[in-house]
């Protein structure tokens, strides 16, 4: 463990909808906080994909989002704001050399974590969808109250717990093309996420009054950095 | 043939055909089943320095240390008779210790007689290298008075 600095370079998230008046005036229900929820939700699993899997280096050529594939994102992916968790994991990682997840990885994870994987309670296993049912076989673990106790906490997103540690499952643990995917073990202080802007969305009927359309606009700035990259450590090649 | 690796980065590897976790450690050869340097080749290419080692090769090697050993036994022995021709030069001067014990009356002269410790030997100083030269005890306790 040393000291250092740490660079945190704000970026800004952004998304502009127009929608039609007639739209507005023909739902059955009131559309624009609809549209605003989903917004919200689109910004926090965006946030949560780059925080993961961000590469500011990665090949990103292709023009629109349909024509992306794993190899060459879209050129204005989310994803090539930040570094994220899985590339700039720099423990000793795990290789389950092709097999299904174990809980001798897990373990195994943990030790390579070295002092950042001291204090349990500060860890998080992020894994795929996929291995939510695998650990759930292993520990047949839940959030039952009497697992959790009277004090206990839950995660957003956390399915239960293993030897203390949070799980997290989730969909933006991709399967690689070879069918392998990757869970993650980490000390959650060794990442920063810094606001400077807080999600805020703007609607305008001005704007586009021409076309008599109305303009949402959500945006976002924020940073985000790991300062401990040994506190990250991957478990790869689970099948 | 035998096949190790030198890893170049870490790795802690769970191969559950063994049932075993191999701790990969950068730049430290390790010695892993021929699947598993099969995987970690295709995973991770570029990752490692495969090293192969011809047992034909060890085997020879050994006969060569064999054939070494004998001869540093042959030299051994030489090493003996060597051993042996020192000490045959190093073996004490007969002549020398009976002038030596007659100067120091360690043997005295009475007449012809030559006495030790007041005991009669012989009549001549032939008679008494010979009989020096044989009885090596003699010999030993009259040069270690000397």
């Given amino acids: 463990m040393a000291t250092g600095t740490v660079e945190l370079a704000a970026k800004k998230l952004m998304v502009a909808l127009a929608i039609s008046a007639e739209l507005e005036e023909d739902a059955v229900l009131p559309i624009v906080p609809v549209i605003r929820d989903d917004m919200a939700k ?23 989002p349909a024509s992306a594939t794993t190899d060459n994102w879209y050129s204005n992916d989310k ?11 720099c423990g000793t990682s795990v290789d389950a050399g092709s097999g299904s997840l174990t809980l001798a990885e897990i373990s195994e994870g943990i030790q390579n974590l070295d002092v950042y994987g001291r204090d349990k309670s500060e860890l998080l296993l992020t894994v795929a969808l996929k291995e939510e049912s695998t650990l759930r076989q292993l520990l047949g673990i839940n959030l039952a109250v009497n697992q959790l106790g ?3 906490t839950a995660l957003p997103g956390e399915i239960g717990k293993v030897w203390g540690i949070p799980v997290v499952a ?3 643990m991709r399967t690689a093309t070879n069918g392998t ?3 993650m073990i980490m000390n959650r202080n060794a990442a920063i996420i810094g606001d400077r802007r807080i999600f805020t969305i703007k609607s305008s009927d001005e704007v586009l009054i021409k076309s008599d359309q109305l303009l949402i606009v959500a945006s976002e700035r924020l940073a985000f950095a790991a300062q401990y990259c040994e506190a990250i450590v991957t478990i790869d090649n689970i099948k | 043939m035998i096949m190790t690796i030198i890893p170049l980065f870490n790795l802690s590897l769970s191969w559950k055909p063994a049932s075993k976790t191999f701790r990969l450690k950068k730049n430290v050869e390790i010695d892993l089943p021929d699947d598993a340097i099969e995987y970690l080749s295709n995973v991770y290419p570029g990752k490692f320095i495969v090293k192969t080692i011809d047992l034909m090769s060890i085997l020879e090697e050994q006969d060569n240390t064999e054939l070494l050993v004998k001869q540093n036994v042959y030299e051994d022995n030489s090493l003996f008779s060597l051993l042996d021709e020192y000490e045959e030069k190093q073996s004490i001067d007969v002549k020398k210790v009976i002038e030596d014990a007659l100067n120091k009356n360690i043997i005295k002269k009475e007449g012809i007689w030559y006495f030790f410790e007041n005991e009669k030997i012989c009549n001549s100083i032939k008679k008494l290298k010979s009989i020096m030269e044989q009885d090596s005890e003699l010999l030993s306790k009259v040069n270690s008075l000397i």
């Fill in chain 1, 42 to 64: 689109a910004f926090a699993l965006a946030e949560e994909d780059t925080f993961i899997n961000g590469d500011t280096t990665h090949a990103a050529t292709a023009t629109d």
């Fill in chain 1, 181 to 183: 995917t990757k869970s």
């Fill in chain 1, 170 to 172: 989730t969909n933006v």
């Fill in chain 1, 150 to 152: 009277l004090t206990g």
């Fill in chain 1, 79 to 89: 994803r090539l704001a930040f570094n994220g968790l899985l590339k700039v994991a």
